[in-house]
């Protein structure tokens, strides 16, 4: 399908504020919920007592680990099940009442009486409890290549350095939140999911039903980031439960302090990464290690090593992944999950090993790279990581690069740098159902949801321009079980299941609007060849003669009920792979560092990235700054701290916890390399992970270019510089 820089779809809803929220959704006579926040931050739980709470206006009722006994027990239900307590603020009972204020007052008025043991609360505390886990996401943890070990000790030259991140919070702008209700022991469920499917077959699985007895519905969420899955099902049961405790609606709607510690978290990690090269800038050796923080009471492990043994080529290789449990919060997927913090250890380390080797930062990552996937020895299905070199330095202007620190702008010292990022090119099962009505309007209908990244406008676009139809006459309906199943939202997979499924469904219904018409005597196209005719302006042409019928009168002839049609895509993981497939690109940065004060600046940013096909330019840029921006927040600005003593999260709001604003935006400009890729169904790759890998170690290459301070700990704060 073409690529086409469309508006978007749902623009004039989201401004004008008529599409509804989950949160907004109202019942009649619903209740509002609030949560119950633990004494302590790890222990048991020995009593909870609501009698006070009972004694207040509006109370309508209160679920514990009591009443959550009746679900099936699993993952998602353990923590509202148990006594047991993981962290501190982690709740053990949810309360209902007529009002918000009061179902918080009476909150508050619960009695809980806890029995605490000893918590560990840093990464530091755990280290000789570190264990590996089996995976890594969808890797294995450890992998060895070669001799790696044997590789370094014989190398010419060898960087070897820690590196760590910070904890990071997702903060999608809209909270988490459920308007529940049941319906003759059928359950209707409006919540900010990313995944309506998924969360379908948890509630069936928790509460021991039928899934066709269940509608889950999200039509339009306010981001998520990774956060807006399973973490937020316990919490979500538990208002199920009260609703049907009470026989009403139920309300429950996180708080930005809760989202702190209920719902997911970058892990921390200290990451140990040896490089090996030969004299003329050649990799021979790769050790990557990382260490990462998760709970006691889940297992969760960013995938941080495994982009060290594909980004580059290299003989010998040895990654490996171990966790620490702590009383903290479960971590999470963020968006690019170990690949951002991966790379800022991987590339980094090369700038360090150009200055060593004395070659210019793009030449040493030009010299390694891979020609085919390092781990399978499959092919790329393409591959267009040298373009985005070359194209990114071009519009940089990398060839101008001045010497390091000699570059000044008043009271500013200037800086550029450099970093490469990627991420799998992968797809989930789909399928797309398409309705054209006589008048030619055209449903398209598909059970994933829209994050705010452009679904609605993909799909959209796609048909209209399959049809030769203005979008004003496709109505896409997303986001509710009922319709047929689609992809969650994660792993930048949406718009590459989608693309296939949506252009079969396409592909059938044209079918059956040009057979209708070359078999009806009564038509101008009568007797054409199907394979020679076009659909353009609501028509169907023939591209050699000037003959052509509207569409209308087509269905008015041949279907007045309409025509319908599905299309269907097959996950990653079902195909017979031939070749491995990623998504590439470069990014190039100009720092401004006040070496008195501290201040970073990042000033202008250029992404060159090549992720196949691009449907949408304007879309696909909007994706990409955005990464790039939470990406320099997690650079200069982003860190969740604990304290020690108790496990609180210090600083659970936007005041303490910074994050990038208006005022910190640099310049953007992107370049997309667009990529023929015959391997992948529709030729799309995912595009939202790969703008924010890989600024974070561009970011701290430019600071040391400006200020010879090399900096391997994010995130980047004023102390780091005038220290």
């Known amino acids: 399908m073409s690529s086409h820089p469309a508006l978007r779809y749902e623009a004039a809803l989201k401004v004008t504020g008529s599409a509804v929220y989950e949160a907004e959704v109202l019942a009649p006579g619903m209740l509002h919920a609030a949560l119950v926040k633990a004494p302590i931050g790890c222990g048991d739980v020995l009593s909870v007592d ?38 501190a603020g982690q709740p053990v009972a949810l309360v209902t ?20 043991r000893p918590a560990v609360t840093s990464l530091a505390q755990g280290y000789d409890e570190s264990f590996a ?74 509460f021991q039903m039928a899934a066709s007895d269940i509608r889950v519905v999200s039509r339009f969420l306010g981001g998520g980031f990774g956060c807006k899955g399973p973490l937020w099902w316990p919490w979500m049961f538990w208002a199920m439960l009260a609703s049907k405790k009470t026989g009403r609606p139920v309300r ?40 990462a923080q998760t709970s006691t009471h889940a297992d969760y492990s960013d995938s941080t090593a495994v982009y060290s043994r594909v980004l580059y080529a290299c003989p010998n290789v040895t990654t490996t992944h171990r966790l620490v449990r702590t009383n903290e919060p479960q971590p999470v997927p963020m968006r690019a999950p170990g690949t951002a913090p991966g790379t ?43 373009e985005c070199y070359r194209v990114g330095a071009e519009r940089f202007g990398w060839s101008q690069r001045p010497a390091k620190g000699t570059a000044t702008d008043g009271r500013w010292r200037i800086g550029w740098g450099m970093a490469s990022t990627l991420y799998p090119a992968i797809r989930q099962a789909c399928r797309v159902r398409v309705e054209l009505t006589v008048d030619a309007s055209l449903r398209v209908q598909c059970g994933t949801q829209d994050m705010g990244s452009g ?46 499924a949506a252009e079969m469904a396409m592909t059938r219904l044209r079918t059956r609007l040009a057979n209708m018409a070359v078999t009806d005597e009564r038509s101008p196209l009568a007797g054409q060849p199907v394979e020679g005719l076009e659909f353009r302006d609501a028509t169907i042409r023939s591209r050699t003669g000037n003959v052509g019928e509207s569409l209308t009168d087509v269905l008015a002839r041949g279907a007045a009920e309409g025509l319908e049609a599905e299309g ?47 449907l949408n330019p304007l879309l696909a840029k909007s994706q990409y700054v955005g990464g790039l921006i939470g990406g320099i927040g997690m650079a200069l600005h982003e860190r969740t701290a604990t304290d020690l003593a108790s496990g609180q999260i210090v600083g659970d709001s936007f005041a303490d916890y910074p994050i990038p604003v208006h005022a910190d935006m640099p310049e953007f400009d ?3 390399i667009e990529e023929e890729d015959p391997h992948l169904p529709g030729g799309v790759k995912g595009i939202g992970m790969l703008g924010t890998a890989g600024i974070q170690a561009a970011i701290a290459n430019a600071v040391y270019h400006a200020t010879g301070k090399r900096i391997r700990s994010l995130p980047i704060q004023i102390e780091s510089i005038i220290e």
């Not at 997911?264 to 790769?286: H, P």
């Not at 150009?354 to 393409?382: C, I, M």
């Open 252 to 291: 429950l709607e996180l708080t930005r302090a809760q989202m702190f510690t209920l719902v997911g978290r970058r892990q921390q990690t200290v990451q140990d990464l040896g490089l090996g090269f030969s004299a003329d800038g050649r990799l021979t050796g790769i050790e990557h290690h990382a260490l």
């Open 50 to 87: 609501t009698t006070q709470a009972a004694d207040l206006p509006g109370f309508a009722a209160a679920v514990c680990y009591v009443d959550a006994e009746t679900l099936q027990p699993s993952p998602a239900t353990a923590l509202i099940r148990e006594r047991a307590i993981h962290f």
């Open 97 to 116: 009442a007529g009002t918000l204020q009061a179902a918080r007052e009476a909150a508050r008025a619960v009695r809980v009486t806890a029995q605490a």
């Open 670 to 672: 992107i370049a997309m």
């Open 133 to 206: 886990p089996a995976m890594v996401g969808r890797f294995p943890a450890e992998t060895r290549r070669g001799d790696a070990a044997r590789a370094l000790t014989d190398a010419d030259l060898v960087m070897r350095n820690r590196y760590d991140t910070a904890v990071n919070n997702h903060h999608p702008m809209e909270p988490h939140a459920v308007v529940c209700w049941w319906e003759d022991g059928k359950a209707v469920v409006h919540t900010s999911t990313q995944a309506i499917f998924g969360t379908r077959a948890m509630i069936a699985h928790a």
């Open 344 to 386: 800022f250890a991987l590339e980094s380390a090369f700038d360090e090993a150009a200055e060593r080797l004395g070659l210019d930062p793009v030449e040493l990552r030009v010299r390694n790279f891979a020609d085919h996937d390092q781990e399978t020895g499959r092919p790329w299905s393409s591959n267009s990581l040298l």
């Open 568 to 614: 269907e895509s097959v996950a990653t993981q079902h195909q017979s792979l031939v070749a491995s497939s990623m998504g590439y690109g470069a990014v190039l940065v100009e720092v401004g560092v006040d070496a008195e004060l501290g201040e970073i600046r990042v000033r202008r940013v250029c992404g060159a990235f090549a992720a196949g096909h691009i």
């Open 455 to 500: 679904t609605y406008t993909a799909l959209a676009q796609m048909a209209a321009s399959s049809l030769g139809i203005p979008v004003s006459q496709v109505t896409v309906e997303l986001g509710d079980t009922l319709l047929p199943e689609g992809p969650f939202s994660g792993g930048s997979q949406v718009t590459a299941s989608l693309t296939p």
